[in-house]
């Protein structure tokens, strides 16, 4: 299996615009999580589908951001308008069976910098 | 909502020493994961704790389980240059999320 698949790799954006993460989870994990990491906070919790169902958004920061999972083998992460603030490398990972009883296995990540 | 405390959050060994790292829970866990992330990478899974005070070694890493099930701590035996990381040891909750927080970043001197 080639592992979880995330892009772009880097992204380079200015104020105000759009942007969108992509993830390919392993084929056969069932959950889907979306991470942000930076050095004041560390590695933060966004979302996490279950069986492409968002079952926990309480980590997303604002209603600039949006998630999907049209089906098991795709997901986005929407930043609409984005902010300096938002710069960040984000992580996408897909586990088996809920987190905790399955390893997690991330993606390269995005690393996202806005101007 | 639970949470797992990591310490320290930074630590710099010179090459050949010993490290620890602890996690620390406010409830008892079901299970301890830990992970680590080399610089510029994304974290990779190393083990998974179950059971009450179980010990699991890889190489020179050491890991423990507390008996009550609340802490849980990674032991390096004399560090090398690739032992250069974050680790974590992210707690999970009841729905299945999965916390990681800061971790404990380890920069050692050649």
């Known amino acids: 299996d080639a592992g979880v698949i995330q892009s772009p790799r880097h992204e380079v954006t200015e104020m105000g615009q759009e942007v969108t993460l992509r993830c390919k989870p392993i084929?056969?994990?069932?959950?889907l999580f979306w991470y942000r990491q930076t050095m004041m906070r560390g590695l933060e919790l966004l979302i996490y589908?279950?069986?492409?169902?968002?079952?926990?958004d309480s980590g997303m920061p604002e209603d600039r951001f949006s998630a999907k999972m049209p089906n098991a083998s795709f997901s986005t992460l929407k930043i609409q308008p984005s902010e300096p603030r938002d710069s960040a490398v984000y992580f996408c990972?897909?586990?088996?069976?809920?987190?905790?009883?399955?390893?997690?296995?991330f993606g390269n990540g995005t690393r996202l910098t806005v101007t | 909502g639970q949470q797992v405390m990591q310490i320290p959050q930074y630590q710099h060994v010179q090459e050949g020493e010993d490290f620890t790292t602890y996690c620390n829970s406010s409830?008892?866990?079901?299970?301890i994961q830990w992970y680590k992330q080399r610089p510029g990478g994304h974290p990779v899974f190393l083990i998974q704790?179950?059971?009450?005070?179980e010990v699991k070694k890889q190489k020179r890493l050491t890991f423990q389980f507390g008996e009550a099930k609340k802490n849980s701590s990674l032991h390096i035996t004399a560090t090398q240059t690739t032992d250069v990381g974050t680790y974590f040891c992210?707690?999970?909750?009841?729905?299945?999320?999965?916390?990681f927080g800061q971790g404990t970043t380890l920069q050692v001197k050649p």
């Open positions: 990972a897909s586990s088996l069976y809920r987190g905790g009883n399955s390893p997690l296995h």
């Open positions: 084929s056969g994990h069932d959950y």
């Open positions: 589908f279950n069986n492409n169902v968002p079952i926990d």
């Open positions: 409830t008892t866990l079901s299970n």
């Open positions: 704790l179950v059971k009450s005070g």
């Open positions: 992210p707690g999970s909750s009841n729905t299945g999320k999965l916390i």
